[in-house]
């Protein structure tokens, strides 16, 4: 069965250190890739998406990703984080041919000290 | 662009009675939604998928006779949990797919009392 595993629960950094969330997924045929956030309380947003093209994506607020095909994983970066990134993150893969379903990794607890 | 309605927000209602959760998406059509369970500091569990026009497809281990489903337009879609009980209280979350994106709601906090 199809999984995606991000690798860290639980994160914390202070103001301006660099981030770096990992989410590896388990299937070999074609994938769409997400990353989204949910802040305390609120619904989850899209950070950002792979479908094809440019394996390096960017999303809002300064987040980006890089699809790496040949290991599988879907890294979120961020050069420098603020505050107000405190939330949780969820990686998904939406398999081709499934219906559109999502399956989401466990989520990456992300804690950043003012 | 992309808006993504639930309502209620939260509901308390005894045990043994029936709740509908209404999940709009307001500003695109939605062929496909999906409703997810979400439990606290874990991630989403997916209950089914809503096909407007047809029947819902559930997951493993969903009751479908228990969470009935119905995507009755492009711009809606009902959960209605049936004889609910205290273990039936969770945060349920839908999403509308637009373009092979799923955008999501902000949630519907159900206590069984």
């Known amino acids: 069965a199809q999984s995606v595993s991000q690798h860290n629960h639980h994160v914390i950094l202070s103001e301006a250190a660099s981030l770096e969330l990992g989410c590896n997924y388990s299937y070999g045929g074609t994938v769409n890739l997400f990353w989204y956030v949910q802040y305390p309380g609120q619904h989850l947003q899209l950070l950002l998406k792979?479908?094809?093209?440019?394996?390096l994506v960017k999303g809002i607020k300064g987040f980006e990703a890089e699809f790496i095909k040949s290991k599988f994983s879907f890294n979120l970066r961020k050069p420098s984080v603020q505050w107000s990134d405190t939330a949780e993150y969820f990686c998904?893969?939406?398999?081709?041919?499934?219906?559109?379903?999502?399956?989401f990794g466990q989520g990456t607890e992300l804690s950043v000290k003012p | 662009g992309a808006v993504v309605s639930q309502h209620p927000s939260r509901v308390i209602c005894k045990s043994g009675t029936s709740v509908k959760i209404e999940c709009r998406s307001l500003d695109f059509q939605a062929t496909t939604m999906f409703w997810y369970r979400q439990f606290p500091k874990q991630s989403l569990m997916l209950m089914a998928t809503s096909n407007e026009g047809s029947k819902a497809t559930y997951e493993q281990g969903v009751e479908k006779d228990k969470f009935l489903i119905n995507h009755a337009s492009l711009t809606l879609s009902t959960l209605t949990v049936t004889s609910a009980h205290p273990e039936d209280s969770s945060f349920y979350i839908c999403?509308?797919?637009?373009?092979?994106?799923?955008?999501f709601g902000p949630g519907t906090r159900l206590l069984v009392l």
């Open positions: 998904a893969v939406n398999v081709y041919n499934q219906g559109g379903k999502l399956i």
């Open positions: 999403s509308a797919s637009n373009r092979e994106t799923q955008y």
């Open positions: 792979y479908f094809s093209g440019d394996p």
